[in-house]
């Protein structure tokens, strides 16, 4: 459903609401529900929480945005704020807390939505700039969603028999193999960001004119074959591909193949959670880092595109001259669009889902796997935050990089053609890929 910027008791937005939430919810449930509460008090790797506080995490915000900063109710549990505040204790240090035990954190949750929902069923809900087309229940929506995909990063760390299963992606259209292998994207102006989706972040905004040059895209993501030639022609041992910080990262770390990857006699083997299994050639590569991309692109004699790039090979419809939500038009994403929703614990063939393609014809621009871009994650011209600062702009800056397009891991309502991810450049426990770009005309 497209969300309007509007009153918040037109048409059926509480009903759509409702839907959201119980989505993210479900989801929850089958994450955590999946695993034994040792399972869930286990911090599987310092670089992730406990599953058990991601589970009150997400009651703790549910309930100071929905409950008190939009309806203005007493807090609940005033004493835990502390322990969920996700900036006053980081990830490694978090199992040492006073945590609310599995049962609690799963009452509290309980109670948390249920009166969220009785709030939702009144006429009016509070706060108005919060309570606008939905805002500050959209907002939760997405934030439940996005620790939902954290704590798929958790399940795939984990050791242990696999907890979690799901059907294998359908299998790539007929036409698959014989794609061009770049797209070119005109040069000209665009409507880069969005004033006007109802539940975009404020990262997102405002919409804002660009005039790029013309320039060609991959036209899917790139694939573990195609970075297997750069791992057989040596491109882990040779410097010359990579960036000075990129280089040092890879001698320090030790890096020698995409995370979770291992060969066993000549074979290209992956963990994948839980199941070991070889590599899928025609799959998106997956669990690299930006520096392992960016020296890939540079073995190509190519580049990573910039993020206003992506967005315009996302956006962009030439014949219209407008940017669209979604590669594919501005109608809400289906299963024939993209790989979401955590339908398939991996991504689809290169050259799935022809449905989603973008006016240039790019594929799988949405879905599958993030996108690590050149571009550092700073404000666009205008930019506001709201309604909290420490969402975006306390990331701002050179030490973070922009992913764009969302992954397998990704819900629909926290995935858009103007949604922007980020993370540090060495992180790869993440669903992130990349696709490269070269300057050029037609």
């Known amino acids: 459903m497209t969300v309007p910027v509007d009153d918040p008791t037109a048409g059926d937005l509480a009903a759509h609401i409702a839907g959201a939430l119980e989505r993210a919810r479900a989801r929850t449930r089958g994450l955590t529900g999946a695993v034994d509460d040792a399972d869930l008090v286990r911090q599987h790797s310092p670089l992730m929480s406990p599953l058990v506080w991601d589970l009150a995490h997400i009651g703790n915000q549910e309930e100071l945005w929905i409950l008190r900063n939009l309806g ?31 049962d609690e954190a799963r009452r509290y949750l309980h109670e948390v939505r249920g009166r ?53 992606p359908p299998a790539p259209p007929a036409d698959a193999l014989s794609l061009p292998p770049e797209v070119f994207v005109p040069g000209g102006p665009f409507t880069m960001g969005t004033s006007t989706e109802a539940w975009a972040l404020d990262n997102e905004r405002p919409a804002h004119q660009l005039d790029l040059p013309g320039f060609w895209l991959d036209t899917t993501p790139v694939t573990n074959a195609a970075y297997q030639e750069f791992l057989a022609d040596g491109g882990y041992d040779n410097p010359r591909w990579w960036s000075a910080p990129g280089w040092e990262h890879r001698q320090n770390a030790g890096l020698t193949a995409p995370l979770y990857w291992s060969q066993d006699g000549g074979q290209w083997l992956r963990r994948r959670f839980g199941v070991t299994e070889p590599v899928v050639p025609a799959e998106p ?40 939500r979604y590669p594919w038009g501005d109608e809400d994403p289906l299963p024939h669009h993209a790989n979401l929703g955590q339908a398939h614990l991996q991504p689809a063939p290169a050259g799935s889902y022809p449905a989603g393609a973008a006016p240039s014809g790019a594929r799988q621009l949405i879905g599958d796997v993030w996108e690590w871009v050149c571009s550092d994650f700073l404000p666009y011209p205008g930019f506001k935050a709201w309604p909290y600062r420490e969402y975006s702009e306390v990331f701002f800056g050179p030490d973070y990089k922009v992913l764009r397009g969302g992954s397998f891991a990704v819900d629909p309502v926290a995935c858009r053609g103007t949604f922007r991810n980020w993370d540090y450049p060495i992180r790869r426990q993440i669903f992130s890929g990349f696709r490269t770009a070269r300057n050029g005309e037609l």
């Open 72 to 102: 203005g109710r007493e807090p609940m549990h005033p004493e835990i704020d502390p322990l969920y505040d996700a900036f006053e204790h980081p990830r490694a240090e978090r199992p040492t807390l006073p945590l609310l035990p599995p």
């Open 116 to 168: 969220v929902l009785d709030l939702l069923e009144q006429p009016r809900w509070g706060d108005a700039e919060l309570s606008r087309g939905g805002f500050a229940f959209g907002m939760i929506a997405q934030h439940e969603q996005q620790h939902d995909e954290t704590m798929l990063i958790t399940h795939q760390l984990r050791t242990g028999e696999p907890a979690l299963r799901r059907p294998a």
């Open 285 to 324: 590569v997956v669990h690299v880092s930006y520096y392992e991309a960016e020296a890939y692109a540079a073995w190509k004699g190519r580049r990573l595109p910039t993020e206003a790039e992506w967005e315009k090979a996302a956006r962009h419809d030439p014949a219209t001259e407008r940017s669209r």
